[in-house]
C-alpha cells in the first residue's frame, strides 16, 4: 500500500472508532508526545514477558493492525492485559458457585492479540482455551508464546489459536467463559451477539462474558438475554502499576451471563 493509501486508512480508522473530535485530539498529543520523546528510550519489556521468556508487551494501535478484512476498521489497537487484573476477575468468577465446575467450561479469548490473557487462562483446569486474533502476525507471535509456554509445562489444559475474525467463529459445545479486552467497536460487537442469539439459543445459562474496558457494553445490557452480573474496577498489583502505562484505575470490567432470548 502506498503512504497516502496507508494514511487515508489510518484515517478512516480513526474516523469510525474516535469520531473527527477525537481523532483531532490524538492527532494533537501524538504531535506533542513526539515533541518530549525526542531522544527518550523505549518503554522496558513488562515483567511478565522478563518473568516468563514471551513477546506480549506494547500497544499497536487498530490503525497499524490492517489484514484487509472488513472488520480492521473496528480494530480498538493490541495492548495485552494487566496480569494481577485478570487473575483477580478470573479467580472471582472461578469462586462463584452460580455456574457449572471450570473443567466444563471452554475458555475463549476473541482477539487474543500475542496470547497473554490465554497463557493465564491455561494456568487454570478450563476445558480448554481458545484464542481467536485477525490479524496474522499476532496470532503468529502468540503461536510461539504459548508453544513456549505449554514447553515450560504452564499450561493445564489444552490451548489452540485460530486466526480469524472473530464474528466467523464456532464456538465449541458445552459451557463457554467469553473474555473480551474490547477488542473491538460497537458495530462488530453487536455482529457478535447476534451470533451468540443463534449458537447459545438451546444453552441459557451456559455462557458467561468477562467484558474488560466495555465500550459496547450497553449493547449487552440493553439486550433480553443477557444478565449483568457485575461491574466495577479491577485494582492492579504494584508490579503492573508500575509497568502499564495504559490503564487506569477507573477502568471497568463487567461480567454477565447469557439467559436465553433475541434482543
Ligand atoms: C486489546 S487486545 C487484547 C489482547 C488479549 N486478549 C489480552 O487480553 O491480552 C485486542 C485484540 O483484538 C484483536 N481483534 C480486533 N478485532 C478483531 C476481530 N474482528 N476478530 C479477531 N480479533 C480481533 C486485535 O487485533 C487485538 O490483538
Redesign the pocket.
Known sequence: MTRLGTAWSKLRWSLAQRGLAGTMRIALERLQRQDSAVGAEKPPLHPFDQRYGVD?SGL?G?GD?RTG?K??V????????APSR?RRVVEDWISDSSHAAISQYSFV??????????MMASEFSFRQVI?????AS?AKTAESNLAAWTGAGRAVCPVRILH????E?SFPEGPCLL??????AAP?VERLIERLETEFAGRPGLLDVIY??PEAGELLEAHVGFRLLWTGTVEMSEEDTAADHVASPEDLCSVYRWVGGVG
Open positions: 506480549t499497536i487498530g493492525l478484512h472488520n480492521d473496528f480494530n480498538t489497537a493490541y495492548y495485552g492485559m485478570f479469548d476473541l482477539g487474543c492479540g500475542k496470547g497473554r490473557a490465554m484464542g481467536v486474533e485477525l490479524n499476532l480469524q475474525d472473530a464474528t467463529f473474555y473480551l479486552f474490547n477488542p473491538f462488530v474488560f474496558n
